[in-house]
């Protein structure tokens, strides 16, 4: 029995429709990120955002970002800004800890979820934000306590010169430098005070410790290179030798660090990973498709001394 031809082709119709679906479904919209960053104030900064970024442009996706300059209050309307343009995902490298609860509970009633690199926050919510993508500070501290105590066989006059007054990097990487001393009752801070992360605070710190400590001063302990150089130009200027009279050691490892390490004019730093591109896009790919994503996702550092310096420095991005 033949089939009436337009019943032939009806069921032609209704077999091929799905394919014609599945070959005309646009393919997956690419998220809008809005990226909220501290500012420029280091080498580390700069390389963190530069990194963001390059990952963002290689995955086509469109990246809003925003230089706070180091203020809260220009970060805080940078987020209510993203909010207001409805972006799909923020990205915040917070300057300091505490003050996020109220916009960042905006973002999550707004459906926005947000993820925290480098730096964490206190909330009394920590739904408000997915994960931390950021290395252990702490341990950190702790890695250049530790070194220091074996260079120095257990015996410092250290000065420290602390982050940002109030930063995540800053507490914690103080929290973990006194616990490693703490078992060496010869090894005493002897000045501490913030140089903002930067090189030229970093150096105008130091020239007040050497004003008031002089030659006391046997060691310096930076939260970052950028102030561990400004400090070995102040000690350079004052005649103390950085690396041979006055023991140097800092945190970050950028290429600047490696270079004084070469000249022997620092002696250690411990890696902070500012690379996290790849890290946080691969989190939101993994966010949107539903997996479950932990609340800290460390990324992995080391130390170095001046023994490694010279081979390091070779494979140095930043």
Known sequence: MSIPRRVALAVIAFCLAPLAAAQS?????????????????SAWRTAETASIKDEASKRGVELKFA???????AQVRSLRSFIA??????????????????????AKAAGIPVLLVDRGVKVKDESLFVTLIASDFVEEGRMAGEWLAKQTGGKASIVELQGTTG?????DRRKGFAQAIAAHPDMRIIKSQSGDFSRAKGKEVMEAFIKSEGRKITAVYAHNDDMALGAIQALDEAGMKPGAGVTVISIDAVKGAFEAMVEGK???????????GPMAFDTIEKHRKG???PKFIKQTDRLFDQSQAAEAIKMRQY
């Open 85 to 106: 343009q409805k972006v799909d995902y923020i990205i915040l490298a917070p300057i300091v800890e505490s003050g996020w609860d109220e916009v960042l509970g905006d």
């Open 25 to 41: 479904k646009d393919p997956p919209r690419k998220p809008v990120v809005g990226f909220s960053q501290v500012g420029a104030e």
């Open 167 to 171: 930063a995540a990097p800053a507490i």
């Open 67 to 73: 230089d706070a300059q180091g203020k809260q209050a």
């Open 291 to 293: 997996e479950t994503i």
């Open 266 to 276: 620092l002696n250690a730093t411990v890696e902070c990973n500012p690379l996290l």
